[in-house]
């Protein structure tokens, strides 16, 4: 099964606010990564988090994890017609070869 | 430096053919990851490799895939006899290391898309 879960699967917002991601995952980790896909493109690392951190920003971007409830989520602050894109998790967990385990993802549609 | 390429970025192949798939990594980087991406899903990781080495494979269907990182030229992921069910886009990720299992950021290529007709 997946590592991780995402949700909502889908999110439609407008152009000025904020949209949050959430991604629950089953087993103890590493770290956990973001991704940003466009339609029919490569994925685009957005940030990592390491198992020890809490919380991280990267401009309009702030990811939150909470290894307690084994949850992480993505926040867009002001967000803009181009945040429209699929926004995956994925997690490594420790003492694997590197590979990521990535969830369903969270469409995300910014109407301008 | 360029990013990671894969070709084609688009491949048809009819039932029963064989398709080969090519990622060459960032450079610098020994570590390519091989993903599959069916249709409004995630990532689906299918093998790991270094150099002439096949670290990971847990992934990978057991019959009629294989893949490669020869010591020189790209990583090449093949798929014979060719099925439907393999339409999807293959996606090729590099990293730099991995020390000890702790990840560092991969980068993706564009991928390339099978159909299999």
């Known amino acids: 099964s997946q590592q991780g879960e995402e949700d909502p699967q889908a999110l439609s917002i407008q152009e000025g606010e904020n949209a949050t991601m959430n991604c629950s995952y089953k087993t103890s980790i590493n770290n956990l990564q973001w991704y940003r896909q466009n339609s029919g493109r490569g994925l685009v690392h957005l940030i990592l988090?390491?198992?020890?951190?809490r919380e991280k920003h990267s401009g309009r971007l702030r990811v939150t994890l909470d290894t307690s409830k084994k949850s992480s989520s993505l926040l867009i602050t002001a967000s803009r017609a181009a945040d429209t894109a699929s926004y995956f998790c994925a997690t490594a967990f420790s003492g694997n070869t590197g590979k990521l385990i990535f969830g369903q993802g969270t469409t995300l549609q910014v109407k301008p | 430096n360029a990013g990671v390429m894969q070709n084609p970025r688009h491949l048809v192949r009819r039932r029963g053919q064989e398709a080969r798939l090519r990622c060459s990594p960032m450079?610098?980087?020994?570590?390519v990851y091989w993903y599959r991406q069916l249709p409004e899903e995630g990532l689906k990781f299918m093998v790991y490799?270094?150099?002439?080495?096949?670290?990971?494979e847990s992934g990978m269907p057991k019959e009629r895939f294989s893949a490669e990182f020869p010591k020189e030229g790209p990583s090449i992921l093949r798929i014979q006899q060719v099925v439907r069910g393999d339409s999807a886009a293959y996606f090729c990720?590099?990293?730099?290391?991995?020390?000890?299992?702790?990840?560092?950021?991969?980068?993706f290529g564009q991928g390339t898309r099978l159909t299999v007709v």
């Open positions: 490799l270094q150099k002439e080495n096949i670290i990971d």
């Open positions: 450079k610098g980087h020994s570590h």
């Open positions: 988090i390491r198992s020890n951190e």
């Open positions: 990720a590099s990293s730099p290391n991995n020390r000890g299992g702790e990840n560092t950021e991969a980068f």
